[in-house]
């Protein structure tokens, strides 16, 4: 078996409500690790509990910039106890997403940053969301010095040059199925520009499904068409792709 590793999955949507245990038994045949991120207020308990349930599953918890209007008090405070969890590995999924426009940019500056200070008190990487929002993203994560943290941006969409901004900070670089894609230019000059050790590769299940299954469902298994593509842009063989993203997954989640 492969040392796969999917470091962002959302097994818990609901797409994954009829067959989520063959999707499980999937990942126990095939992969190493999967970290299974909280993005909502309900959500989160549930993929604590799941990590709790299967020792190839971390979690990571936190407010999605998309439901920042969900915000209470009471909910940070739970975030917070969740996220001292030993099976959360990571603080997120945050950041800033100015595509969809669900909330106000400020609004989810603010929250942003209190996902920082979380982590920065808990030494656990953070699991970073940036769409559309390169700019107030790289300012933010220099402002607070978020570097004491680290983690990742995943499902990076940004250039070259951020990626390599982001890499001295210490963050390193999630990619996933759209790297895949016919018309995914920057994803391409990314994967083969960056230096390996700042790369991982992630599914985002059920989304971002890689080809040849795009349009489909994606599940945390089909991250190794991802590794395929990657590897075969960089000119590597698919063991040292996988074997050296494995490495740097463990890495950045801080797992032995």
């Given at each position: 078996?492969?040392?796969l590793?999917d470091?962002?999955?959302?097994i818990?949507?609901?797409?994954f409500?009829?067959?989520?245990e063959?999707?499980?038994?999937?990942i126990?045949?095939?992969?190493?690790?999967?970290?299974?991120?909280?993005?909502?207020?309900?959500?989160?308990?549930?993929t604590?509990?799941?990590?709790?349930?299967y020792?190839?599953?971390?979690?990571?918890?936190?407010?999605?910039?998309?439901?920042v209007?969900?915000?209470?008090?009471?909910g940070?405070?739970?975030?917070?106890?969740?996220?001292?969890?030993?099976?959360?590995?990571?603080?997120?999924?945050?950041?800033?997403?100015?595509?969809?426009?669900?909330?106000?940019?400020d609004?989810?500056?603010?929250?942003?940053?209190?996902?920082?200070?979380?982590?920065?008190?808990?030494?656990?990487?953070?699991?970073?969301?940036?769409r559309?929002?390169?700019?107030d993203?790289?300012?933010?994560?220099?402002?607070?010095?978020?570097?004491?943290?680290?983690?990742?941006?995943h499902?990076?969409?940004?250039?070259?040059?951020?990626a390599?901004?982001?890499?001295?900070?210490?963050?390193?670089?999630?990619?996933?199925?759209?790297?895949?894609?016919?018309?995914?230019?920057?994803?391409?000059?990314?994967?083969?520009?960056i230096?390996?050790?700042?790369?991982?590769?992630?599914t985002?299940?059920?989304?971002?499904?890689?080809?040849?299954?795009?349009?489909?469902?994606?599940?945390p298994?089909l991250?190794?068409?991802?590794?395929?593509?990657?590897?075969e842009?960089r000119?590597?063989?698919?063991?040292?792709?996988?074997?050296?993203?494995?490495?740097n997954?463990?890495?950045?989640?801080?797992?032995?």
């Open positions: 078996m492969m040392n590793f470091t962002h999955a959302h818990l949507d609901d797409q409500n009829d067959d989520r063959q999707v499980i038994r999937n126990y045949d095939n992969m190493a690790l999967v970290v299974n991120i909280g993005c909502n207020l309900e959500d989160c308990p549930h604590v509990a799941l990590a709790e349930q020792d190839k599953l971390y979690a990571a918890v936190g407010l999605h910039p998309e439901d209007k969900t915000y209470t008090p009471e940070w405070d739970m975030i917070c106890r969740l996220a001292e969890h030993p099976k959360v590995v990571g603080i997120g999924e945050t950041g800033l997403d100015y595509y969809w426009d669900t909330s106000t940019k609004a989810q500056k603010v929250l942003f940053e209190q996902h920082i200070d979380l982590a920065k008190q808990l030494h656990k990487p953070l699991v970073i969301h940036d559309e929002a390169h700019g993203t790289l300012e933010i994560l220099k402002r607070t010095n978020a570097k004491e943290a680290g983690g990742i941006l499902a990076f969409s940004g250039s070259v040059e951020m390599m901004e982001v890499i001295k900070m210490g963050f390193y670089i999630g990619l996933g199925g759209p790297v895949t894609f016919k018309n995914a230019r920057k994803a391409v000059e990314v994967a083969q520009a230096p390996l050790e700042y790369l991982v590769i992630e985002d299940c059920p989304y971002m499904a890689p080809v040849p299954f795009r349009g489909k469902r994606n599940e298994m991250v190794q068409h991802t590794a395929a593509k990657i590897a842009l000119g590597i063989s698919l063991e040292e792709l996988i074997e050296a993203t494995y490495q997954g463990k890495r950045v989640y801080r797992l032995k």
